[in-house]
Nanobody, 122 residues
Framework: QVQLVESGGGLVQAGGSLRLSCAAS????????MGWFRQAPGKEREFVAA????????YYASSVKGRFTISRDNAKNTVFLQMNSLKPEDTADYYC???????????????WGQGTQVTVSS
């Protein structure tokens, strides 16, 4: 059974930083691309960042490029999202997802975590 478990969310002031983690089990992690998505209240889920199975390729939404960094540790079956210079508009539930293909469309991902809440106060 595939499990993705996010952690690291919380409350932070604008301009602050958080590091999200997503621990994977039940799959051959190094064969899956990983993505981070977010969903704010009343809004659709949106792409944040994605990373290839090797870590050699990354993609970012324009709204987070230069502030967020996605990385992975295949030895620990974990993907990370370092979030710097946080803004109130980054407030959302953040989800990690896994798929054999490196894609940015949330509806196409095979596996999902339960999410972790990030709140950025102004």
């Amino acid at each position: 059974q595939v499990q993705l478990v996010e952690s690291g969310g919380g409350l932070v002031q604008a301009g602050g930083s958080l590091r999200l983690s997503c621990a994977a089990s039940g799959l051959t992690f190094s064969r899956f691309a990983m993505g981070w998505f977010r969903q704010a209240p009343g809004k659709e889920r949106e792409f944040v960042a994605a990373i290839s199975w090797s870590g050699g390729n990354t993609y970012y939404a324009s709204s987070v490029k230069g502030r967020f960094t996605i990385s992975r540790d295949n030895a620990k079956n974990t993907v990370f999202l370092q979030m710097n210079s946080l803004k109130p508009e980054d407030t959302a539930d953040y989800y990690c997802a896994a798929d054999p293909k490196l894609i940015t469309t949330w509806g196409l991902y095979d596996y999902w975590g339960q999410g972790t809440q990030v709140t950025v106060s102004s």
